[in-house]
């Protein structure tokens, strides 16, 4: 696929004309990224923008004692390293990918230069920006408001989201819905094995899918 092809699938350049797009592949590249290596690390200056073309990241905070949080998880048409570009502070947070993954780099003034010359980019940008703090506010709110079952029923819920709401597509492993609702593995297992118990998922070796939506959603607190 060329680049203009996937530059038209990203929901960010959205809206923008094929002449658009055209002028924005020729100031991007693309970069690939194995498994595992850090793409952004927490606390350095930012010096580009990224979009994932193909694979998957998660943005991650580490604690002292290496601990980690994954804040989110992002897949292919999704993008990230606009914070530090546009409020001019060090990166908020490690992105690392999860499997071998191709992104395409927009570098710092190109970035700017685009939103000066396309405002419909900062349209897409603000809309983004806006589903990601809603995002963060449900993850306060569970944290607080919910226990870990409760908090893993709610991602679940939201993972499946994603696509149709019938089942969850994204590979996921119980090590990383642990670290994305502030948890253990094996809590994550039980947990996972209760609600196919109780008839509210179904797990097959390919996914996950939701069985019985009233009855995970009133485990996730939301009825
Ligand atoms: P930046 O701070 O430049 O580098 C780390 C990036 O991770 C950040 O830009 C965002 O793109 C992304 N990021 C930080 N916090 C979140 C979050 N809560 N959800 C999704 N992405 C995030």
């Given at each position: 696929?060329?680049?203009?092809?996937?530059?038209?699938?990203?929901?960010?350049?959205?809206?923008?004309?094929?002449?658009?797009i055209?002028?924005?592949?020729?100031?991007?590249?693309?970069?690939?990224?194995?498994?595992?290596?850090?793409?952004v690390?927490?606390?350095?200056?930012?010096?580009?923008?990224?979009?994932?073309?193909?694979?998957?990241?998660?943005?991650?905070?580490?604690?002292e004692?290496?601990?980690?949080?994954?804040?989110?998880?992002?897949?292919?048409?999704?993008?990230?390293?606009?914070?530090?570009?546009?409020?001019?502070?060090?990166?908020?947070?490690?992105?690392?990918?999860?499997?071998?993954?191709?992104?395409?780099?927009?570098?710092?003034?190109?970035?700017?230069?685009?939103?000066?010359?396309?405002?419909?980019?900062?349209?897409?940008?603000?809309?983004?920006?806006?589903r990601?703090?809603?995002?963060?506010?449900?993850?306060?709110?569970?944290l607080?408001l919910?226990?870990?079952?409760?908090?893993?029923?709610?991602?679940?819920?939201?993972?499946?989201?994603?696509?149709?709401?019938?089942?969850?597509?994204?590979k996921?492993?119980?090590?990383?819905?642990?670290?994305?609702?502030?948890?253990?593995?094996?809590?994550?297992?039980?947990?996972?094995?209760?609600?196919?118990?109780?008839?509210?998922?179904?797990?097959?070796?390919?996914?996950?899918?939701?069985?019985?939506?009233?009855?995970?959603e009133?485990?996730?607190?939301?009825?």
């Open positions: 696929m060329t680049l203009d092809e996937t530059l038209l699938r990203v929901p960010l350049f959205a809206h923008l004309s094929e002449p658009e055209h002028r924005i592949s020729q100031i991007t590249r693309k970069k690939t990224y194995p498994k595992n290596s850090v793409i690390f927490e606390n350095d200056p930012g010096d580009a923008l990224y979009v994932v073309d193909s694979g998957q990241v998660k943005v991650v905070l580490t604690g004692d290496g601990r980690e949080v994954i804040l989110s998880v992002l897949g292919q048409g999704d993008f990230f390293g606009e914070m530090a570009l546009i409020d001019d502070m060090p990166r908020s947070a490690n992105v690392i990918a999860m499997e071998n993954s191709r992104l395409i780099v927009l570098y710092r003034d190109d970035f700017h230069r685009c939103l000066e010359a396309q405002p419909r980019i900062a349209l897409g940008l603000l809309r983004a920006l806006s990601r703090l809603r995002s963060a506010d449900d993850k306060i709110g569970g607080v919910l226990d870990v079952p409760g908090r893993i029923a709610r991602l679940l819920l939201q993972l499946a989201d994603e696509g149709d709401g019938s089942k969850i597509s994204r996921i492993t119980h090590h990383t819905i642990a670290q994305m609702v502030g948890s253990s593995r094996e809590t994550v297992s039980r947990t996972i094995g209760n609600l196919t118990e109780r008839g509210l998922i179904s797990v097959t070796r390919k996914h996950i899918a939701i069985a019985d939506r009233a009855g995970l009133a485990a996730a607190g939301i009825r």
